[in-house]
């Protein structure tokens, strides 16, 4: 995904499309909610995120499902205009 990263957002704003980066890894139970491998997709959806965002891309990030409304979402902080 690296690799082409540029390449996607390029066409994101070529033809004014969202990027959407959705969480794959969710957890099935409470016991492997917010386990190693759901924090590290999230981390990398933020870094991706990041990088749209200074390439001028429309984006927006799911995350984890049934989040409080007052509990923050870990890079709401990036998508600050």
């Known amino acids: 995904m690296y690799e082409q990263f540029d390449r996607v957002c390029g066409l994101m704003k070529k ?3 969202v ?3 959705g969480n794959g890894i969710r957890a099935g ?3 492997d ?3 190693r491998a759901q924090m590290a997709e999230m981390i990398i959806n933020c ?5 749209g965002r ?9 995350t984890a499902g049934n989040r409080p409304k007052k509990r923050p ?4 902080g990036i998508f600050a205009p």
């Open 54 to 62: 200074e390439m001028g891309c429309q984006r927006k990030s799911e």
């Open 47 to 51: 870094e991706l995120a990041e990088l």
């Open 73 to 76: 979402v870990p890079c709401a």
């Open 19 to 21: 990027l959407s980066l």
């Open 15 to 17: 033809y004014d499309a």
């Open 33 to 35: 909610s917010h386990d």
């Open 29 to 31: 139970a409470i016991h």
